[in-house]
């Protein structure tokens, strides 16, 4: 307990400091996109976590997980209705107590339209808090909750929205100036996909896109200090080519952006403010917090956030090309049974720096499929480095087909 008590107060203390920290050259330094509810990024599924974190234009015709990448590929599955747990162990190396869990579930309407929901919840463990000269123990937790409406506008076309509630538990005595964290979002997304030939080959080729986490900001002191939480802007493409008729290949990317406006660093305060000084001197840290207060950066409504996301990065076009990380994925399939994955994850070193390969498999029957995943990281330590992850999936026409019998 004391190693998770640690580690939890390093994390929050790295949150802090990292602005001051990032005080190398202007051209290149450490300065990624800051955002609350980091829980929200993190890939819960095994299929798309296996293939460098890739999902938005996959073939969803056995997916349950599309709720998290793009909603509006249910339309084309196949089972009529899917209920998917997946399980995430976070900083397994160090601790056996922070985890991620993920409920995923959809129901088709009709042949044209379908409802889904999921239910995310990140643990931080048990923490040792210190409250004067005693010790208690708590536990912090962010929770998700959404729900998403997906309809074809024609018979390759799609597309969903969605509601999302945001819960954030990280504080232990509740009074008027310390309180969880609430926030409210939506999620707009399309998804096309359609037959093209290649050769002698019928390739179904998918595209996608998905505007996610578009809401309100989220305060943890009553609303004086406001965060904004990580709207994502996600891009995919996908190629499924058949080779005969049990095996096939697929290919996939996806191309991620934050819209979320770039921090003003320390560097710059200290460039504005004592340019005469050494920028790596932190002894003006308090004073760099009311200057980021100044700048109207945190009274920036989430909107007006999402627009200036696109062109605020100090290093000018070169910075905000940095800020797109993506992934590549491939996929082997055996007569819709049994999956063999791979894939790679980029991002920038100035930007977060996650660099890692993926590898998983999959095994599929009529009513449930297992799939896992595997993370091997190349850059920093990644808190899912060598972790094994798990996805358990149920479709509903085949256990209703057993039942029934």
């Given at each position: ?9 390093l ?9 001051a ?11 990624p996109?800051?955002?609350?509810v980091t ?24 997916d ?35 985890d ?10 009709d ?12 643990s ?13 123990i ?19 076309l ?5 509601m ?13 100036d ?5 926030a409210f ?7 096309y996909?359609?037959?093209i ?16 986490n ?14 904004f939480?990580?709207t994502n ?5 996908s190629l ?17 952006k ?79 049974q049994?999956?063999?994955?791979g ?17 998983g ?25 060598q ?19």
């Open positions: 307990m004391m190693k998770t008590n640690r580690i939890f107060r994390a929050v203390m790295a949150g802090m400091l990292l602005p920290l990032a005080v190398s050259a202007q051209k290149d330094q450490f300065n996109v800051y955002t609350g829980s929200l990024s993190i890939a819960p599924d095994s299929r798309a976590g296996s293939m460098g974190d890739v999902g938005c234009a996959t073939d969803p015709y056995f349950n997980n599309s709720q998290y990448w793009n909603p509006s590929k249910y339309p084309f599955t196949a089972s009529q209705a899917g209920l998917s747990l997946c399980y995430t162990p976070w900083l397994r190396k160090l601790v056996s107590d922070i991620l869990a993920n409920l995923t579930g959809f129901y088709k309407l042949d044209y339209s379908a409802l889904s929901a999921s239910l995310t919840y990140f931080l463990g048990e923490v040792i808090a210190i409250t004067g000269s005693s010790q208690v708590i536990h912090p937790y962010e929770m998700a909750v959404d729900f998403d409406y997906s309809r074809k506008l024609s018979e390759t799609s597309a969903a929205v969605g999302r509630f945001i819960y954030s538990d990280l504080q232990y005595n509740y009074s008027d310390v309180n969880p964290g609430k979002s939506a999620d707009i997304s399309m998804f996909q359609n037959y030939g290649l050769g002698r080959r019928d390739c179904l080729f998918g595209l996608g896109l998905n505007a996610s578009i809401g309100s900001k989220i305060s943890y002191d009553g609303g004086q200090t406001n965060e939480i990580p802007l996600r891009l995919g493409v499924t080519i058949p080779v005969d008729e049990y095996n096939s290949f697929s290919l996939s990317a996806d191309a991620n934050l819209m979320v406006p770039t921090r003003p660093t320390y560097a710059q305060f200290m460039e504005e403010q004592y340019p005469e000084l050494d920028p790596s001197d932190l002894t003006f840290t308090s004073e760099y917090a009311q200057w980021l207060t100044s700048t109207g950066y945190n009274e920036m409504s989430p909107i007006a956030g999402m627009f200036k996301s696109f062109s605020d990065a100090p290093g000018g076009f070169e910075e905000e090309l940095r800020e797109i990380y993506w992934g590549v994925g491939a996929e082997y399939n055996y007569n819709d049994f999956f063999v994955r894939g790679y994850h980029y991002e920038n070193e100035y930007k977060g720096n996650r660099k890692y390969f993926t590898v498999a999959g095994f599929r029957m009529n009513v449930f499929s297992l799939d896992a995943a595997y993370l091997i990281s190349t850059a920093q330590s990644n808190p899912l480095d972790t094994l992850r798990f996805t358990l999936s149920f479709d509903m026409d085949g256990l209703k087909a057993i039942v029934g019998r």
